[in-house]
């Protein structure tokens, strides 16, 4: 089943304490991007990669890291959390071939509900 | 600046009732327009994508609709059931070879019996 899945779902932990939120995907896409979710403000993207080894900033991406050293995998690392990355966070892939019109669907993970006391 | 602005913000019907949820956007170049669906706590589902060729499109009961000259889209869900009760996003992808999405902060509706 094609799927883009994400550990843990959810994660309280405390500030200061380094965490990570793994991201997987099976389509073998080439675009995968990282996404917070707070009530009001609706989905901003937080870092995105184009490709292995290729990674750049989307709109929020202070006190966030990412690498991407395998295709399938785009974890998200928060090496000192603070109370304002509480959040919901979700990670999406998707295929980028075909032409710039293309419909290219992006696949959501399930989510990640972050609380950092 | 690229931005897509949903109206209304929230939304109550009743069940069996048809609505319609708007989105205009100033994106450009315009590639496409999506329509997500998000149940509370869960990640976005695609609904519907459109290019710039397309006017309408349907998936069941939701039907989306495009005016690419006035830049505007909408969402019409027939016939509205309980589980049709979540926020409905508004996603445009602007760019020639390029992956940038622009996200409408939503509509929440709600179906009530």
């Known amino acids: 089943e094609a799927q883009v899945t994400q550990n843990p779902r959810y994660l309280i932990t405390v500030t200061g304490k380094k965490l990570t939120v793994t991201c997987s995907q099976n389509?073998?896409?080439?675009?995968m991007s990282w996404y917070r979710q707070d009530p009001g403000l609706g989905l901003r993207q937080i870092y995105y990669?184009?490709?292995?080894?290729?990674?750049d900033k989307g709109d929020v991406p202070e006190g966030y890291k990412v690498s991407r050293k395998e295709k399938r995998n785009f974890p998200l690392i928060l090496e000192s959390p603070s109370p304002n990355q509480t959040s919901l966070y979700f990670c999406?892939?998707?295929?980028?071939?075909?032409?710039?019109?293309?419909?290219?669907?992006?696949?959501f993970g399930p989510g990640t509900r972050l609380t950092v006391l | 600046k690229n931005q897509v602005e949903q109206s209304p913000q929230s939304l109550i019907i009743l069940e069996g009732k048809n609505c319609t949820l708007q989105?205009?956007?100033?994106?450009?170049?315009?590639?496409?327009l999506r329509w997500y669906k998000q149940d509370t706590g869960r990640g976005p589902v695609s609904l519907t994508i459109?290019?710039?060729?397309?006017n309408t499109k349907s998936n069941g009961r939701y039907t989306a609709t495009l005016d690419a000259d006035t830049k505007q889209s909408s969402l019409h869900i027939t016939a509205s059931q309980l589980s049709d009760s979540a926020s409905y996003i508004c996603?445009?992808?602007?760019?020639?070879?390029?992956?940038?999405?622009?996200f409408g902060k939503g509509t929440k509706l709600s179906v009530i019996p």
């Open positions: 389509m073998n896409h080439e675009y």
């Open positions: 999406a892939s998707t295929a980028t071939g075909g032409a710039w019109w293309s419909y290219n669907e992006q696949f």
């Open positions: 990669s184009m490709n292995v080894e290729v990674t």
């Open positions: 996603v445009v992808r602007s760019g020639a070879g390029s992956y940038q999405l622009t």
């Open positions: 459109m290019t710039f060729s397309e």
């Open positions: 989105c205009n956007y100033t994106v450009s170049p315009f590639s496409n």
